[in-house]
């Protein structure tokens, strides 16, 4: 019995060891510029660049199958900040796929929830808390405003509302701190 534990115990011992050297010889880098272009997105994940959502925005602009003026929430700020740091020419915003709009946030009307969980199926954040045939409710500091929720919601009671702009809220417009930070 004794011999069984410390055979089955050098086994894994010998397994954590290979598997530890395994994860330090193999291991895969991400590309550095996909992540100082996806710093530099606004991290909505709305989807109105084409994309499912900012990471993968950032990995076509980096392989160069896309433009970097398609994501309305980071505007043009965010399209010269992208211009920055890859020394392209700044492009204007792209109208196909939204404009530019000020942050809001999403509030759910909770006396007029039904609980249905269509907007929880649509958050792209999982921003909003509830269970089915229970209302729901909105986590105000992960709500990104992509205003994905919005539109299952078949009561209307989702409304979205400007997020006022204070010290919290409030960024620097500058594309050459924005790239700095992203660096």
């Given at each position: 019995?004794?011999?069984?534990?410390?055979?089955l115990?050098?086994?894994?011992?010998?397994?954590?060891?290979?598997?530890?050297?395994?994860?330090?010889?193999?291991?895969?880098?991400?590309?550095?510029?996909?992540e100082?272009?996806?710093?530099?997105?606004?991290?909505t994940?709305?989807?109105?660049?084409?994309?499912?959502?900012?990471?993968?925005?950032?990995?076509?602009?980096a392989a160069?199958?896309?433009?970097?003026?398609?994501?309305p929430?980071?505007?043009?700020?965010?399209?010269?900040?992208l211009?920055?740091?890859?020394?392209?020419?700044?492009?204007?915003?792209?109208?196909?796929?939204?404009?530019?709009?000020?942050?809001?946030?999403?509030?759910?009307?909770e006396?007029?929830?039904?609980?249905?969980?269509?907007c929880?199926?649509?958050?792209?954040?999982?921003?909003?808390?509830?269970?089915?045939k229970?209302?729901?409710?909105?986590?105000?500091?992960?709500?990104?405003?992509?205003?994905?929720?919005?539109?299952?919601?078949?009561?209307?009671?989702?409304?979205?509302?400007p997020v006022?702009?204070?010290?919290?809220?409030?960024?620097?417009?500058?594309?050459?701190?924005?790239?700095?930070?992203?660096?």
């Amino acid at each position: 019995m004794i011999a069984a534990l410390i055979v089955l115990s050098a086994i894994a011992g010998v397994s954590g060891l290979l598997l530890g050297f395994a994860a330090v010889r193999f291991k895969v880098e991400g590309d550095p510029i996909v992540e100082k272009i996806d710093a530099l997105l606004p991290q909505t994940q709305c989807g109105q660049c084409g994309y499912a959502g900012c990471r993968p925005y950032a990995e076509a602009i980096a392989a160069g199958e896309a433009e970097i003026n398609l994501c309305p929430p980071g505007g043009q700020t965010g399209v010269a900040a992208l211009a920055d740091l890859l020394g392209r020419d700044p492009q204007s915003l792209s109208t196909g796929q939204g404009f530019e709009k000020p942050k809001v946030l999403a509030v759910i009307d909770e006396q007029n929830c039904i609980g249905c969980t269509l907007c929880l199926q649509a958050c792209p954040v999982d921003a909003i808390l509830g269970a089915a045939k229970q209302m729901h409710t909105v986590i105000a500091k992960e709500c990104t405003g992509c205003e994905l929720c919005v539109a299952p919601c078949p009561v209307d009671c989702i409304h979205l509302i400007p997020v006022a702009q204070t010290i919290n809220t409030w960024k620097w417009n500058s594309p050459a701190l924005q790239a700095k930070a992203a660096a």
